[in-house]
């Protein structure tokens, strides 16, 4: 191959790296704002499911069950309200959505959780915690 031609084309593989990197990083300081297609529709289901599980934990007869709920949201139980638990909710849906939509295509790894603080995420699920016959989920097999 003439060296020009080489050339050429490290220079066009150069810009193509440059441009994906400079639209990571633009995806990255306006989250949500530069989100494929698929992960807008499902982002556009995020308030009814907040609405559907935060109704179930408020309408839950067993306390030590919301206690721990709240919790994982990061509330006090003292000043929760049906807004205040859907719409904490609601923000973990979206960014968990988020930062799925940010991996590149062909990446099968588990999604995170929606609580980074859960002491749960310490735990080695793939170890057999699981019942037997039971698979392991992740959103992106949706």
Same mark, same amino acid.
């Given at each position: ?43 556009? $289901? ?16 067993? $306390? ?44 099968? $790894? ?33």
């Amino acid at each position: 191959m003439p060296p020009s031609r080489q050339r050429v084309q490290l220079e066009r593989k150069l810009v193509k790296k440059s441009v994906k990197l400079a639209l990571e990083d633009m995806k990255e300081n306006y989250a949500g704002s530069l989100l494929s297609a698929h992960a807008v529709k499902i982002s556009s $289901h995020a308030p009814d499911l907040a609405k559907s599980i935060s109704g179930l934990i408020l309408r839950s007869d067993d $306390h030590a069950f919301q206690e721990e709920c709240f919790s994982l949201l990061g509330l006090q139980s003292d000043s929760v309200g049906m807004d205040i638990v859907e719409n904490r909710i609601r923000e973990k849906i979206v960014s968990a959505i988020e930062f799925n939509d940010r991996k590149p295509k062909g990446y099968r $790894h588990a999604a995170p959780s929606l609580f980074q603080d859960d002491l749960l995420q310490q735990l080695d699920y793939r170890s057999g915690a699981y019942d037997e016959g039971e698979e392991d989920f992740s959103f992106m097999d949706c």
